[in-house]
Every structure is written in C-alpha cells, then in structure tokens.
C-alpha cells in the first residue's frame, strides 16, 4: 500500500492556474489577490498574466465565480483553479444565498471535473473582519495558493490532466466548443513535460 500527498518539491514551470476573481468588495479580493500571487511567485510560478502559467479572470461577485470556475476547470488547461472573493454580512439574507451558492457551486466544479478548485471565498461578518483576514493580521490569499499547490501536486500523481480518459471534456458537458484566455490558448502543453506515471 502506498502513502499519498501533495509536495512542494515540483518543477514550479510545469504548473498552471486560473485564478477566479469577484470584484464585488474589491478591496478585500485585490488584497487576497495579491497574498496568493506573493505565494505563487515565491514558489517559482510566473505570475505575470502575459506568461503561460497563471491566467486572471474577473467576474461580478462570488456568486458568478463557480460558473467561470468550472469552465475553467473543463478545459483541462490547468492543474487548479483558486476562486477568490469575499461575502460581507449584511443587514439582509443576501449574504446567505451569495455564501451558498458560491460554496455549492465551487465544490460541485472540482467534483464534476477532477481538477483541485479552492475555496477562497472569505465569509466575514464585516468589513474589519474580512480585512483582518486579507492582509491586515494574516492574508488567507496566500494560504489558498499553498492549497492550490499541494492539491495540483497530489492530484498530478494520479494522472496526466491532459489526457485522463475519467475526466469529462468540455464538450462532453456543454457539447460546445470552450472559449479560453488568450494566454491559455498560447499555452500548449508538451507531452514530455507529464511522463507517464510508473507508481
Ligand atoms: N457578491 C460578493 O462577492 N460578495 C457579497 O458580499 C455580495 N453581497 O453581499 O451582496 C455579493 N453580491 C453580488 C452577487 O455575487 C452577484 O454578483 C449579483 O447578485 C449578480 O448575480
């Protein structure tokens, strides 16, 4: 029997991301934006969105992240997809639906593709708290990309993303052709860059 777990220790260059950012209380999401790249580039991924490993798309709010997430995902472009927002309690049950779905759905995208989707979507009671959390006493951005990281190393060792035949395809699901970043479709994965697996 065999021990299995994500390390650190990967060609940092072979990785790619999509990071999937609300703009909705933008002044928390930039911050965790901003402590996740702090942790990707520091673990050797080029964060620059002109480069082939990490794209950038922003959507409304967090309620239309599990949407681009799971396209994301589908297209089999990237090793994780970290989905960055922030929910701030209000006086109404907005916060509630908002939370929700955004969970619900983020899950249901890892689960349905078999690619690592985090949840970094900080739930706050208000505004202090949620800066609390994104930069001001620790940044959970830089936590999230640590998870994007580990999950992308672990789930590598089961398979090549590029050519798993239990992953559905794109069309499989939507039976439509999927509309990437321009740099995603720049970035053409040579097959020598995943060697066949022998464990
Ligand atoms: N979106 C957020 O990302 N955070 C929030 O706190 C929030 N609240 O509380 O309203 C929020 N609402 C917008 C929502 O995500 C959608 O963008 C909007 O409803 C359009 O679909």
Same mark, same amino acid.
């Given at each position: 029997?065999?021990?299995?777990?994500?390390? +650190?220790?990967?060609?940092?260059?072979?990785?790619? +991301?999509?990071?999937? !950012?609300?703009?909705?209380?933008?002044l928390?999401?930039?911050?965790?934006?901003?402590?996740?790249?702090?942790?990707?580039?520091?673990?050797?991924?080029?964060?620059?969105?002109?480069?082939?490993?990490?794209?950038?798309?922003?959507?409304?709010?967090?309620?239309?992240?599990?949407?681009?997430? %799971?396209?994301?995902?589908i297209? %089999?472009?990237?090793?994780?997809?970290?989905?960055?927002?922030?929910?701030?309690?209000?006086?109404?049950?907005?916060?509630?639906?908002?939370?929700?779905?955004?969970?619900?759905?983020?899950?249901?995208?890892?689960?349905?593709?078999?690619?690592?989707? !985090?949840?970094?979507?900080?739930?706050?009671?208000?505004?202090? *708290?949620?800066?609390?959390?994104?930069?001001?006493?620790?940044?959970?951005g830089?936590?999230?990309?640590?998870?994007?990281?580990e999950?992308a190393?672990?789930? *590598?060792?089961?398979?090549?993303?590029?050519?798993?035949?239990?992953?559905?395809?794109?069309?499989?699901?939507?039976?439509?052709?999927?509309?990437?970043?321009?740099?995603?479709?720049?970035?053409?994965? *040579?097959?020598?860059?995943?060697?066949?697996?022998?464990?």
């Open positions: 029997m065999a021990v299995f777990e994500g390390t +650190f220790t990967r060609d940092p260059s072979l990785f790619r +991301f999509a990071i999937v !950012i609300a703009r909705f209380n933008d928390v999401t930039e911050k965790l934006l901003s402590g996740c790249q702090d942790c990707l580039k520091r673990h050797g991924i080029d964060i620059n969105p002109q480069g082939t490993q990490v794209d950038y798309i922003w959507v409304p709010g967090c309620f239309e992240v599990p949407m681009v997430a %799971r396209q994301m995902a297209s %089999r472009r990237y090793d994780g997809v970290i989905c960055l927002g922030a929910v701030i309690r209000g006086q109404t049950p907005h916060f509630d639906y908002v939370a929700a779905e955004a969970a619900k759905g983020i899950a249901a995208a890892a689960f349905q593709t078999g690619v690592p989707v !985090i949840f970094g979507i900080l739930t706050a009671d208000n505004m202090t *708290q949620a800066l609390e959390r994104a930069g001001i006493k620790s940044n959970h830089w936590n999230y990309a640590l998870n994007a990281l999950m190393s672990l789930m *590598q060792q089961f398979g090549d993303r590029t050519n798993s035949p239990t992953l559905p395809t794109f069309q499989d699901i939507s039976g439509t052709t999927p509309v990437l970043p321009v740099s995603a479709e720049k970035a053409t994965v *040579q097959e020598s860059e995943y060697p066949e697996q022998t464990s």
